[in-house]
């Protein structure tokens, strides 16, 4: 790797927050979180305090809320064991990212390569530096931009929790807000490559933006992707909630081989094309 | 010969259209290639395979030396100031980190730019923004430069800067610059390649091309029956054409030197009282390259 690839990296990463549309998502996405986790911190605290003149433990609490559903009807202890002791407030908050943060990864990425060409930018940089080191920075740069936007969309909803819901361990709380943000990047990984993949078939920004978020739609209600890649139901996704490494093993290896598989064909497409 | 950057059989096909048909090249070290052609003839084609841009379907190309391009459609990033964006170019040049900010002022100074490293590109005027694309190109002190079209759409003072810039650099370094503007091209070049539907149909220096050891036109009054001119050993063609009252003279330079064949011609036209209003020595790059292009087009 040549001495070129931190200065690009660097510039990456401050590129994606001097973009206007960034920050406009930026702004939105936290917008959107935190009135969730609001509302989810609100709905817990009336009820909490309901359950709590009913005499009714934490661990019914979760079963309540219905987020082991699927756990149950797995019939797996192991998972409803693990659920049961996290907190409320990170299943809600480690589901609302799972679900919504794909979008906000494909409306950050789905130009990062289309526009460029399209505005040709790229052409000051495509005789000093390899086309490779070029892509893999821009992927490297977007996992970093997206880490930062949600470690950030956490740690705002976490604090918050821990005013307004009595009885609260911040200290159990957090390590599980960062147990499930760690483990989301990985899931969200996938999605960041998705996005890049669209963004070096099309040339029309546009046209990427419209084709891959059809397509990830799609991913996310076809029977055989919901398997893999829909955070809905998923098969894999079980395997983030209980303390078998074995199992989460294999949850997170799924996803850094779909994360290769996107990358690749997306470095293919964009070592091979005209810009 | 030494070149800096030669290509050979360079092939480029858009779907069914076929762009370059096999364009070799052969770039001497140091001075001014001149690549000329018309719209769509492969210039900025050839020059994205020789940046990287474009793939070649086949052929291949060596250069011998650092090479920086100004590509003709390219952007700078909005909102970020023109001196930072050379910095980091110049970072990605390889200019050692203390240096970069020095390297960055060196080229706006170069390009005459040096009070707007300040500015945001997209707020420069079209010629401004044209002198820093060649700025960047001029970053981490390359030695082979190609510049397409850096004078389309400017005014004749900014193209005559960049001509003059041009020449100055051309003196270190081997600048390749394409155009289709045939009197810039004339006035800096000395190596001349024409490229027409994607096939190089001249290249070499730019007397050979307007054959200026070889030729001379005598533009005369009254006519006069070249026939009247005689035969001498040197004399390989002589033409009149009526229309525009133009004797056209081709010699073989071996045998003899301009200055005799100016002499010799001037003195029988003075001997037959035919009075001459202009001497062209070669002919116009122009008629050379209309020749060329429109030859193998039955034009």
């Not at chain 1, 009807?73 to 693990?82: A, E, G, K, L, P």
């Not at chain 1, 000093?128 to 930062?148: D, H, I, M, N, P």
């Not at chain 1, 893999?228 to 490494?245: A, I, Q, W």
Request: charged share 15%; hydrophobic share 45%.
């Amino acid at each position: 790797m040549q001495h070129t690839f931190p200065i690009l990296l660097k510039d990456q990463i401050l590129n994606s927050w001097r973009s206007k549309k960034a920050v406009l998502f930026l702004i939105l996405y936290l917008s959107v979180f935190l009135l969730l986790a609001l509302g989810f911190i609100h709905i817990q605290a009336r009820i909490l305090e309901q359950f709590e003149q009913q005499g009714i433990t934490q661990t019914q609490q979760n079963l309540a809320f219905g987020f082991a559903k699927n756990a149950l009807r797995s019939q797996n202890n192991q998972v409803i064991d693990f659920l049961i002791n996290v907190p409320f407030i990170n299943l809600a908050l480690f589901l609302v990212t799972i679900f919504g943060t794909p979008l906000l990864v494909m409306l950050l990425n789905y130009d990062k390569i289309a526009q460029e060409v399209y505005d040709g930018t790229l052409r000051y940089l495509l005789f000093r530096v390899s086309r490779f080191q070029l892509y893999l920075t821009k992927f490297l740069g977007s996992l970093v931009e997206c880490a930062l936007i949600t470690l950030v969309a956490l740690l705002f909803a976490l604090v918050w929790a821990s005013f307004q819901l009595k009885g609260l361990d911040f200290g159990v709380t957090l390590a599980y807000g960062i147990r499930f943000w760690a483990i989301g990047q990985v899931f969200l990984s996938v999605f960041v490559a998705f996005a890049m993949m669209f963004s070096t078939f099309f040339k029309k920004p546009f046209t990427a933006l419209i084709v891959g978020a059809t397509v990830l739609f799609l991913l996310f209600i076809l029977p055989f992707w919901i398997d893999y890649l829909s955070p809905y139901d998923v098969k894999y996704l079980t395997g983030l909630f209980y303390n078998n490494s074995l199992e989460l093993a294999e949850t997170l290896g799924v996803y850094v081989l779909f994360t290769i598989l996107f990358w690749l064909i997306g470095w293919w497409n964009f070592s091979r094309k005209d810009l | 010969m030494d070149y800096a950057l030669t290509t050979d059989m360079l092939v480029k096909h858009y779907g069914r259209k076929t762009t370059l048909q096999g364009v070799s090249m052969h770039v001497p070290r140091t001075g001014v290639y001149g690549f000329l052609g018309v719209n769509g003839a492969g210039k900025t084609t050839t020059f994205g395979i020789l940046a990287g841009f474009i793939k070649a379907n086949s052929g291949t190309f060596v250069r011998s030396g650092t090479l920086s391009v100004m590509p003709q459609d390219a952007r700078f990033f909005r909102g970020r100031k023109a001196a930072n964006q050379l910095e980091f170019l110049a970072a990605l040049s390889s200019v050692a980190p203390q240096l970069r900010k020095k390297e960055a002022l060196r080229v706006l100074e170069q390009v005459g730019l040096a009070d707007k490293g300040h500015v945001s590109p997209e707020k420069m005027s079209h010629g401004m923004y044209k002198r820093l694309g060649i700025a960047q190109a001029l970053l981490g002190n390359p030695d082979i430069l190609l510049l397409d079209e850096p004078t389309a759409g400017l005014d004749p003072e900014s193209a005559f800067q960049i001509r003059t810039l041009v020449t100055e650099l051309a003196v270190s370094k081997t600048v390749v610059i394409s155009s289709h503007n045939l009197h810039e091209i004339s006035e800096i070049s000395q190596t001349i390649g024409i490229i027409h539907e994607g096939r190089m149909r001249f290249e070499g220096p730019l007397e050979e091309l307007t054959k200026t050891g070889s030729r001379v036109e005598f533009h005369i009054t009254p006519s006069l029956d070249p026939a009247r001119i005689g035969e001498y050993p040197w004399l390989l063609e002589k033409t009149y054409a009526a229309d525009t009252q133009v004797l056209s003279v081709s010699f073989d330079p071996e045998q003899a030197s301009l200055e005799e064949v100016n002499w010799t011609i001037s003195e029988l036209l003075h001997r037959h009282q035919v009075g001459v209003r202009q001497i062209v020595v070669g002919t116009p790059l122009e008629e050379s390259f209309l020749e060329l292009v429109g030859k193998k087009e039955g034009v």
